[in-house]
């Protein structure tokens, strides 16, 4: 059943259709996926401290009532292992203490964001972290996708903006940033996804903001030929999901024992002579 929902993040990850962080892993080889998102006993996954700060600074700026509500900031001159120290922390129940450079942090984040006016336009009103589930088309696969932001334009019309943190904002640094983790698969996933459900995908938006000063932040739109080729590797992942369900196979890519040679910009595109001098 296709349908766009309010529900908690735990709710999200909970379920068990197929997100864009499954065919990340998928890219790896099927049993990356198995092991990280199905396997039973699995480890729950910690988060690490990259993707701690990516949480504040997505609720700070798309959820600023609820970052009053889940983050508490350590008093500068306070140490946590004074007595004085240990007795307020323990009183800090329900909430995540975060100290006074992190909170600075999100702040400045956030006027980088409304700095820009495409940014601040976007921003202005929307839905942040709605959920969408539907029947991929092809495969039959139940899919989900979490929009960071759904900017509505009109009945059943909207524009999506992703939030991305980085530490290089420039052009080359973005180009990267989408081939090493996949921005343009989660473009085609994420607006298939809300076509799915009845919606009309006018733009779509990656916000990125640096993570350290200076700060500031720029409005990325992929290449019509880079996002063709996300839905291309989202056909072909979803696809190989769907053989390794029906099969009950996740295998590691490559067998036995594997050959491997240096990357493209290790190698030599000419000849070097190398001359000994006595």
């Known amino acids: 059943m296709n349908n766009l929902k309010i529900i908690s993040a735990a709710e999200y990850h909970a379920d068990e259709a197929v997100g864009n962080s499954m065919l990340s892993s998928l890219k790896d080889s099927p049993a990356h996926c198995y092991a990280l998102h199905m396997a039973p006993g699995r480890p729950e996954r910690v988060a690490t401290a990259a993707m701690r700060l990516g949480t504040l600074t997505h609720t700070a700026i798309l959820e600023p009532d609820e970052f009053r509500k889940r983050y508490v900031i350590k008093p500068a001159d306070m140490g946590l292992a004074t007595k004085e120290g240990k007795a307020w922390k323990a009183a800090m129940v329900g909430v995540e203490i975060i100290d006074s450079a992190e909170a600075e942090m999100v702040e400045h984040q956030r006027a980088a964001i409304l700095a820009n006016d495409e940014l601040a336009r976007l921003f202005s009103e929307g839905r942040p972290e709605m959920s969408a589930f539907w029947n991929d088309s092809a495969t039959g696969l139940r899919c989900k996708c979490r929009p960071d932001w759904l900017h509505f334009t009109g009945p059943n019309r909207v524009r999506v903006v992703d939030l991305k943190t980085t530490n290089d904002i420039t052009l080359e640094a973005v180009s990267k940033s989408v081939a090493n983790f996949g921005y343009h698969r989660q473009q085609a996933h994420y607006t298939r996804g809300l076509e799915a459900c009845g919606l009309i995908v006018e733009d779509f938006v990656f916000a990125f903001v640096t993570k350290a000063y200076p700060f500031f932040a720029l409005p990325y739109r992929l290449e019509d030929e880079t996002l063709a080729q996300g839905y291309e590797e989202v056909d072909e992942l979803l696809a190989l999901f769907s053989n390794c369900k029906r099969t009950n196979t996740w295998p590691l890519s490559g067998s036995g024992v594997q050959?491997?040679?240096?990357?493209?910009?290790?190698?030599?595109?000419?000849?070097?002579?190398?001359s000994y001098v006595s």
């Not at 050959?259 to 190398?274: H, N, Q, S, Y």
Request: hydrophobic share 40%; glycine share 6%.
């Open 259 to 274: 050959t491997v040679g240096l990357p493209r910009w290790a190698k030599r595109e000419t000849e070097v002579e190398i």
